[in-house]
């Protein structure tokens, strides 16, 4: 757990005091082999943004989730990718949406082996990062999109 004390009120600001907390206390719980499934965001992009690993990790960054295309730090793909090489790991991408247009389109999704081995290898993480959001509109990375 990190506490973050914050003196401005300026919400970049912020955000990268929590980034580099986050990635302080990611760097510490890391060890080689493992593997980090993370989501998009602006507070995940934070964090990647605030990774300075003092070695490389063997390690691999999974999506827990679907794709959001629209800018880079909603795209988890970029994120996993930015992430991985930060740390010198592999990244595994996910090539399917965030969200399905129906029941029927969902199961297809599901049904493929590259969402299913990415999706598996997701839930097996031994660490996972994940954004939960902003309860103001202006400063939630969907509502920019």
Do not use: W
Not at 95 to 102: G, N
């Amino acid at each position: 757990m990190r506490i973050t004390p914050s003196a401005s009120a300026n919400p970049t600001t912020i955000l990268n005091q929590v980034g580099a907390a986050a990635a302080s206390l990611l760097l510490e719980k890391l060890q080689d082999g493992n593997t980090v499934c993370i989501t998009g965001g602006k507070g995940l992009s934070a964090v990647v943004d605030m990774l300075s690993p003092d070695r490389s990790y063997d390690v691999e960054v999974v999506p827990a989730t679907g794709l959001v295309q629209g800018k880079h730090y909603t795209d988890v793909n970029h994120v996993a990718t930015q992430m991985a090489e930060k740390l010198g790991g592999k990244a595994f991408l996910i090539h399917a949406p965030l969200f399905a247009d129906s029941a029927a389109e969902k199961r297809m999704l599901l049904k493929m082996k590259s969402v299913t081995d990415v999706f598996g290898r997701a839930r097996k993480a031994d660490i996972a990062v994940l954004g939960i959001g902003s309860i103001l509109s202006g400063d939630s990375s969907y509502y920019d999109l």
